[in-house]
C-alpha cells in the first residue's frame, strides 16, 4: 500500500481542489441558509455514537461493536421483521473488498435472530448476475449455514416494488423502493468501504441504492450525490455497520485488484447513518464534508457529520 | 393356432408397445431435465451429463470430424448408435429421438378420433431427406455448414431454447403478475417462496427474450403441425439423421417377417407411421423401419415377427436417381461459394463469444444448438440472423444492449458440445478479448450533456479499468461552469465485455458507448 501511497494522495489533493472548486460554484448559488436549519436540529439531540474495533474474528467483532452500541436488542424488537442490506452487488470473492464480508453479515443476522426476529431477510439488487453476485460474495452461502428458517436470502422480484413520493426530496421527487425495505421494522445498512468513481466513497448510504428498483443508472446522470441523499429521505437505516475489515482503496466499486485492497480487520458501526459514513470516509483520510452525499444528509438533517461532535467508542 | 397360447404371445407384444412408449417417454424427459439444467447452478461449473444426447448424434459426430478433421473421444456414444443401427436398424428414431417421442405425442394428439388411412412407401417426398444429407454433406466441405441447421436434437434444443422455453417462461411470469395482483398482503410473503423457489428450477432468472423468436418458433411448430397431415412427416421425408440411420440400417440384422405385405390383410400399411411398405407386393424398405413394433402388437393374424439372426435383411437399392444426386452435389458446390464469398457481412460486428474458434473455424463447429443462448447469464448471446450472410445463420453473437458478457461467468465454453466455444479457465476468461469498446461523444452524457454520469466506468469489470475518468471543466446548458467527469476507454484494457453498453443510462436502443468487433490490427491506443 505504501507505495501506492504518493500517487493517492496526488489524486487526493487533486480531487480536492477540484471539489473545492465545485463547493464555491454552489457557495456561489446561495446555500447558506439552508445549511444552517439542520445544524439547529441537531444540536438538541445527544451528540451520535460510533462504536468501532478491530479484530481478525469478523464475528466476535461483529459482537463487540453491536454490544458497544448497546446490544442488537436497542434496534431489533422480539417478532419484528428485519432487512439486512449487505453489499452483494459484483461478482468477486469476499477477498477483493468489493462486496460486505460473508463472516460480518452471518454474524449480524445471527444476532438479529437471537435478539427474537421474527424474520431476517438479506437482499440486494446487485449489478452483476445476482445467482453469481450470491453465491461468489459468500453471502449466501454463510447466511444459508446458519441454518435458520427465519434467516432468508432472497432476489428481488420487481413486482414488489412501491412507488413512493419523496416530499424532502431535493432533487428527486418519487422513486421506486423495495416494499420489504419500506416494511422492515429494522433495517440494517451493512455496506463494506469502498472508492467509488463518481461518488468518490461508497458508504452506508450509497448501499441504499440496491433497494430501490427503476432503471438505477439513470441516478447517476447529473447530481449523484443529491440523488443518494434523496433516497435517504425514504429509506433511513436503523443501523448501519460499515465493513472495514478490507478498505477498496482504488479500481472501485467492482473492484478485482488485491493490490487495490487493504486488510485492516475493522468494524464501524452507528445509529446515526451520517456518522458512520463519515467515520467511514476517515478510514480513507477524508473527511465526511469531502463526499458529497454525506455533505448533503447532514445539510437536510439526517445526522452528524462532523466528527468532533460524534462520540468514538473503540472497543 | 390355437387360441390361448397366441394370446399370451399378443401380451408379449404389447410389452414391446408399451416399452418403446416407455422408453421414448423417459428419453424425452430426460431431455427437457438436461435442457433444464443448462443454467447456472450454483457454482462456477456445469455438473451433469448435460452433452449426453448431442454425444449419441451421429449426424453431428460426422458434422464434426467433417469440419475439424479429427476424431475425439466425445463421440464414441455415436459410434455405438452407428454399431447398434447396422445391426438393430433405425431404433434410434423409434426408442430414443426425444423429437421423434415429441412428434408421436403431437400426432396422437392431433389424431385422435381419426381413422388412419393406409400409407405407402413412394420415394417422392422421402428423397428429399436422402438429397439433403448429401447437400449437407458436399456444403460442409466447402465450409458452409449447416449440418446443425437440420440435425434433429440441434434442432430440438435451439427451438426449446429460442422459443418454446421463453414463450412458457412469459406465461409463467404473467401467471404470476396475476397471482402477485391479486393476493391479500399476507400471503404475498409465500406466494413470493413459491415464486423464488421456481425461478431456482423451472423458471429462468430472468424474463428471456430472443432474437429470432417468431422465425425458430414458427418452423418448430410448423414441423410438429405436419403431424396432422402425415404421422413422422418429419422423420420420413426430411431428418437428415434419420437418412443417415436409415442408410445404415441397409444391414440391420433384424428381419421381419413376413417381408412384405400379406395379401389377405394389408392392415401394416395403416398401422406403420412411416409407412414403410412399397406399392404393389408391399417389400418393407428396412430403411423406413424405426422398429415400433406396432404391426407385430397389433396383428390381428397374430403373423408378424421380428427376428435377429446374422444374415441381413434383404434391403433393395435405394435408387435416389443418379442424376439427382449429382444436381444436388453440383448445385451446392456451385452456390456454396457464391454465398460466401460476401465480404461486406465480415466486416459487420458481430461479438462472438468468449473462447470462440476464429470466425470460419467457429462457423464449421457451432451446430447451433442454442446450448450457449440457453445457459447465458445474462440473456445476451443472441443467434444472428443473416448479419454474417446465410452461413452465420442462428449462430451466437452478443447483442449487449440486451445483456452484456459477465466478466467470471465460463458457463457458454462449457455448455457447447462441440467445442467451437472452447471452454475456458476462469483466468483465461478474462483475458479473453471478444470486442473492443468505442466512445459516441454525440451520445455520452457527460460529453453531449455536460453533466456526470459514469455509469460505465463503474460497471467495467477490469482491474485496472478499461474505463478511466477525466475530471473537465464544462460550461453547462445554464451557462454554468461545473466540472464534469468524462469517461475515456483504455482500448489495450478492454475485453469487449459490454457491460458499459449495456448499463448505458442513454435512452434509446443505441448507448453512448458501444461494443465493436476487434480487428487483428488494432491502432494505437
Known amino acids: ?315 | 393356432m390355437n387360441a390361448a397360447p397366441a394370446r399370451a404371445e399378443r401380451w408379449r407384444w404389447h410389452l414391446w408397445l408399451w416399452g418403446r412408449r416407455l422408453s421414448q417417454a423417459a428419453f424425452l424427459l430426460l431431455f427437457l431435465f438436461l435442457f433444464l439444467r443448462y443454467r447456472y447452478q450454483d457454482q462456477a461449473s456445469l455438473e451433469g451429463p448435460l452433452h449426453l444426447f448431442f454425444r449419441l448424434d451421429p449426424l453431428l459426430f460426422l458434422a464434426h470430424t467433417l469440419s475439424s478433421w479429427e476424431w475425439t473421444a466425445f463421440f464414441w456414444p455415436a459410434l455405438l448408435i452407428v454399431l447398434l443401427t447396422l445391426l438393430l436398424g433405425r431404433f434410434f428414431c423409434g426408442w430414443l429421438c426425444p423429437l421423434g417421442a415429441l412428434l408421436d405425442g403431437v400426432g396422437a394428439g392431433l389424431n385422435s378420433g381419426r381413422k388412419a388411412q393406409p400409407g405407402h412407401l413412394t420415394l417422392g417426398w422421402r428423397r428429399i431427406k436422402y438429397l439433403l444429407l448429401v447437400a449437407l454433406l458436399v456444403a460442409a466441405l466447402f465450409r458452409f455448414d449447416w449440418i446443425g441447421i437440420f440435425d434433429p436434437l440441434s434442432l430440438l434444443f435451439r427451438s426449446l431454447t429460442l422459443a418454446v422455453y421463453p414463450a412458457a417462461a412469459y406465461s409463467g411470469e404473467r401467471l404470476f403478475d396475476l397471482l402477485f395482483a391479486g393476493a391479500p398482503g399476507a400471503l404475498v410473503d409465500h406466494l413470493d417462496d413459491v415464486y423464488g423457489a421456481l425461478k431456482r428450477t423451472l423458471l429462468p432468472q430472468r424474463v428471456l427474450s430472443y432474437e429470432l423468436l417468431v422465425f425458430t418458433g414458427t418452423i418448430f411448430f410448423g414441423i410438429l403441425i405436419l403431424e396432422a397431415f402425415e404421422r413422422r412427416f418429419w422423420c420420413k421425408n426430411l431428418c437428415p439423421l434419420g437418412a443417415l440411420l436409415g442408410l445404415l440400417a441397409s444391414w440391420r440384422r433384424i428381419k421381419r417377417l413376413p417381408a412384405k405385405i400379406c395379401t389377405d390383410c394389408g392392415d401394416c400399411r395403416t398401422l406403420c407411421k412411416m409407412g414403410s411398405f412399397g406399392a404393389g407386393e408391399g417389400w418393407q424398405d428396412v430403411r423406413e423401419c424405426i422398429l415400433c413394433f406396432r404391426c407385430q402388437a397389433l396383428c390381428v393374424e397374430n403373423r408378424v415377427r421380428h427376428r435377429l439372426g446374422l444374415s441381413s435383411a434383404s434391403a433393395h437399392r435405394l435408387d435416389l436417381g443418379r442424376r439427382r444426386l449429382i444436381l444436388t452435389g453440383v448445385g451446392v458446390a456451385v452456390s456454396v461459394p457464391l454465398l460466401k464469398v460476401d465480404g461486406r457481412v465480415l466486416e459487420a460486428d458481430v461479438i462472438r463469444p468468449p473462447g470462440a474458434l476464429p470466425e470460419a473455424e467457429f462457423l464449421a463447429r457451432c451446430v447451433r444448438c442454442g446450448a450457449c443462448m440457453k445457459v447465458c447469464v445474462t440473456n445476451g448471446l443472441q443467434p444472428l440472423f443473416l448479419e454474417r450472410g446465410l452461413a452465420g445463420l442462428w449462430s451466437p453473437a452478443l447483442l449487449c444492449r440486451q445483456g452484456y458478457c459477465e466478466f467470471r461467468c465460463t458457463l457458454c465454453g462449457q455448455a457447447c458440445p462441440t467445442g467451437a466455444i472452447q471452454p475456458l479457465a476462469l483466468e483465461e476468461k478474462k483475458k479473453a478479448v471478444i470486442g473492443k469498446a468505442v466512445l459516441d461523444p454525440s451520445r455520452c452524457v457527460p460529453y453531449a450533456r455536460g453533466i456526470n454520469c459514469l455509469v460505465c466506468e463503474e460497471h467495467c469489470p477490469t482491474a485496472p479499468k478499461a474505463i478511466v475518468l477525466r475530471p473537465r471543466e464544462k460550461v453547462g446548458a445554464d451557462g454554468r461552469v461545473q466540472v464534469v467527469k468524462e469517461p475515456l476507454v483504455i482500448s489495450e484494457r478492454c475485453i469487449g465485455c459490454g457491460i458499459c453498453e449495456n448499463k448505458c443510462p442513454v435512452e434509446g436502443s443505441v448507448a453512448g458507448i458501444r461494443v465493436r468487433q476487434p480487428t487483428s490490427k488494432e491502432l494505437p491506443p
Not at chain 1, 16 to 23: N, T
Not at chain 1, 94 to 109: D, M, Y
Not at chain 1, 199 to 222: F, P
Open chain 1, 1 to 315: 500500500m505504501d507505495m501506492h501511497g504518493g500517487r493517492h494522495m496526488e489524486r487526493r489533493a487533486f480531487l480536492k481542489r477540484l471539489l473545492a472548486a465545485a463547493a464555491l460554484a454552489l457557495g456561489l448559488d446561495g446555500l447558506g441558509l439552508q445549511s444552517l436549519l439542520p445544524r439547529m436540529a441537531c444540536a438538541a439531540k445527544d451528540s451520535p455514537l460510533v462504536a468501532t474495533g478491530t479484530n481478525q474474528d469478523y464475528g466476535r467483532l461483529v459482537t463487540e461493536v453491536i454490544s458497544a452500541l448497546g446490544g442488537m436488542e436497542r434496534f431489533v424488537k422480539p417478532g419484528s421483521r428485519v432487512l439486512v442490506k449487505p453489499n452483494m452487488s459484483w461478482d468477486r470473492r469476499p477477498e477483493f473488498g468489493a462486496t460486505t464480508h460473508p463472516l460480518v453479515v452471518k454474524r449480524v443476522v445471527e444476532l438479529c435472530l437471537e435478539a427474537g426476529a421474527r424474520e431476517v431477510t438479506v437482499m440486494d439488487r446487485p449489478c452483476n448476475d445476482e445467482r453469481r453476485c450470491y453465491q461468489e460474495s459468500g453471502v449466501q452461502p454463510a447466511v444459508e449455514a446458519i441454518g435458520s428458517s427465519r434467516a432468508k436470502v432472497k432476489h428481488v422480484n420487481s413486482r414488489l416494488f412501491v412507488e413512493k413520493t419523496m416530499p424532502r426530496g431535493v432533487a428527486l421527487k418519487r422513486w421506486d423502493f423495495y416494499r420489504e425495505a419500506l416494511e422492515a421494522e429494522a433495517l440494517i445498512i451493512a455496506p463494506p468501504a469502498k472508492q467509488h468513481g463518481s461518488a468518490r466513497l461508497s458508504l452506508g448510504m450509497k448501499n441504499v441504492m440496491g433497494l430501490v428498483g427503476g432503471r438505477r443508472e439513470r441516478l447517476h446522470v447529473g447530481d449523484l450525490h443529491q440523488h443518494i441523499a434523496d433516497l435517504n429521505t425514504v429509506l433511513r437505516a436503523h443501523l448501519t455497520v460499515i465493513d472495514a475489515t478490507r478498505l477498496l482503496t482504488a479500481n472501485g466499486p467492482s473492484g478485482g485488484n488485491l493490490q487495490d485492497v487493504r486488510v485492516l480487520n475493522r468494524l464501524a458501526a452507528s445509529a446515526d447513518p451520517v456518522a458512520a459514513d463519515s467515520y467511514a470516509a476517515s478510514l480513507f483520510g477524508l473527511k465526511g464534508g469531502d463526499i458529497g452525499y454525506i455533505q448533503h444528509a447532514y445539510q437536510m438533517g439526517f445526522g452528524e457529520m462532523d466528527l468532533t461532535k460524534v462520540k468514538v467508542v473503540e472497543v
